[in-house]
T-cell receptor, first 115, second 111 residues
Framework: GAGVSQSPRYKVAKRGQDVALRCDPI?????LFWYQQALGQGPEFLTY????????KSGLPSDRFFAERPEGSVSTLKIQRTQQEDSAVYLC?????????????FGPGTRLLVL | EDQVTQSPEALRLQEGESSSLNCSYT??????LFWYRQDPGKGPEFLFT?????EEKEKERLKATLTKKESFLHITAPKPEDSATYLC????????????WGAGTKLIIKP
């Protein structure tokens, strides 16, 4: 079956540009997560959705970061006025339910480079 | 503060040379500990979940174990295709979903 997909896989942006990163979770998965991963580090939590509700956005680094999941399936992470420090891999993960101890399944990530 | 530390940062082994990776954690109550494998340019791939001290799980050449303070990922007679970064993450009782991640161990198996 299809796993989590993300697009684009690579994005180069000039400083100050806005970018939009897309995540298609596994069909039927209730929970969706966005992470930021710097080179040589583990993923850092950004935000969490349960269906269309954004229940936790405590990891978003600034108000330039915005995420949505309007119909409870596809999600978009938008970064406004990109800065060089935004360069990283952005990972999306989904899990079947909202229960604890659920396994999170990851997409391949979007590698963002801000010049 | 909840924290996960993995060691070593990198490990080079000859094919067939068994070894262990360590994941030490401090959390206010453990809901679960997760092991993932990450290949270059890809997202983390789920391997195991461990829930309580004493628990062990195996998959091919990998065996994960858990104590009250740490987890080990034992790799027996590794092959070059086992080369990857192995990530450990924990979920604490004070969260239903957030994972706290270690920085990973980069494992290189030389033929």
């Amino acid at each position: 079956g299809a796993g989590v997909s993300q697009s684009p896989r690579y994005k180069v942006a000039k400083r100050g540009q806005d970018v939009a990163l897309r995540c298609d979770p596994i069909s039927g998965h209730v929970s969706l997560f966005w992470y930021q991963q710097a080179l040589g580090q583990g993923p850092e939590f950004l935000t969490y959705f349960q269906n269309e509700a954004q229940l936790d956005k405590s990891g978003l680094p600034s108000d330039r970061f915005f995420a949505e999941r309007p119909e409870g399936s596809v999600s978009t992470l938008k970064i406004q006025r990109t800065q060089q420090e935004d360069s990283a891999v952005y990972l999306c993960a989904s899990s079947l339910s909202s229960g604890s101890q659920e396994t999170q399944y990851f997409g391949p990530g979007t590698r963002l480079l801000v010049l | 503060e909840d924290q996960v530390t993995q060691s070593p940062e990198a490990l080079r082994l000859q094919e067939g040379e068994s070894s262990s990776l360590n994941c030490s954690y401090t959390v206010s109550g453990l809901r679960g500990l997760f092991w993932y494998r990450q290949d270059p340019g890809k997202g983390p791939e789920f391997l195991f979940t461990l829930y309580s001290a004493g628990e062990e799980k195996e998959k091919e050449r990998l065996k994960a174990t858990l104590t009250k303070k740490e987890s080990f990922l034992h790799i027996t007679a590794p092959k070059p295709e086992d080369s990857a970064t192995y990530l450990c993450a924990v979920q604490a009782f004070n969260s239903n979903y957030q994972l706290i991640w270690g920085a990973g161990t980069k494992l290189i198996i030389k033929p």
